[in-house]
């Protein structure tokens, strides 16, 4: 099993330290000494008032923010999670993720989803009815122009003819496929290289238009699913990440955490096929964000590694 965290801004009304230059810096480098191997951001670059009022959460735009950590940092993979695809033109996608990725030294993980916001599809002009087609030209493209030059390409909305794009990156950059629906888990088994549900009681399922996952038996049905398309697909399981979270236990920022019970979660999960876990970290304050890190790390971490 391996660690991700996602910054806490995505945990609602977070401290507005987590928007600072300290936050970052201190929060990357802590996950990095806890023994954490991937951090991430959220992607909401125009979120709606009323849905920011209904509990929805801030977020810094994940390519600037990645890649300030990746400046401040050695070893952490850098995973948003995760960028809403069909907002922006996939050939700028590309350039940012390759740019992170070069500087990095090939630490980028791109993890995407189709997003459901219909109000950030308006305010950003792209046609929320065309996400599906835009969401899979995108990752046509961005394979395409990291891995050749004079790249043609007619797009919905754009046309690339005789692109050439660098610097390309120097090994492939894994692709996770964000959502719990059958088709999120069909683009992961037939294009992408990981499968990033999230948990979603059945009230969020429904304003988020998605599939309820509430039980590890919702998450082991939608997983045998996966694995049917793996194997239809030629595909090896094993070349297939799966990332989840459990909150059994509580969360370590809890004073009543039990990280036994969180662990024996975990390995529940593993024997699943989920390959990495993500740690849910307060956002009440800069300083108990970085204490739950190190009892993380502490508690769970450094006892699944031995």
Known sequence: MRFS???????????????????????ARAAEEAGFDGVG?????????????????????????????AAVTERILLIPNVVVLPYRNPLLVAKSVATIDTLSGGRFVLAVGTGYLKGEYRAL????????????????VMRGVWSSDDFSYEGRNFTAHGQTVNPKPAARIP?????????????????GDGWVPFPAP?????????????????????????????????????EIDVSFMSLAGG??????????????????????????????????????????????GESVIRAESG
């Open 41 to 69: 951001f959220t992607d909401h670059p125009a979120p709606t008032h009323r849905w920011m009022s209904a509990g929805g959460h801030d977020a810094l735009d994940p390519f600037a923010a990645l890649a300030f950590c």
């Open 175 to 191: 692709i996770w496929i964000g959502g719990n629906s059958r088709l999120s888990r069909r683009r992961a088994a037939t294009v």
């Open 251 to 296: 969360g370590p920022g809890d004073a009543d955490f039990n990280p036994d019970a969180h662990s024996e979660a975990l390995q529940e999960l593993a024997d699943l096929g989920v390959t990495w876990c993500a740690a849910p970290i307060p956002a009440d304050s800069l300083a108990h964000a970085v204490e739950a890190l190190q009892r993380y």
């Open 5 to 27: 965290v996602t910054y806490p801004l995505a945990s609602g009304r977070a401290s507005a330290e987590f928007a600072t230059r300290q936050g970052v810096v201190e929060f």
């Open 125 to 140: 002009g792209v046609d929320f009815e065309e996400r599906n087609d835009l969401f899979d030209e995108a990752i046509e």
């Open 202 to 238: 059945r009230g969020l399922a429904a304003t988020a238009r998605t599939v309820p996952l509430e039980t590890l038996d919702d998450l082991r049905r939608m997983l045998d699913y996966l694995w049917r398309q793996v194997d239809a697909a030629g595909r090896d399981g094993a």
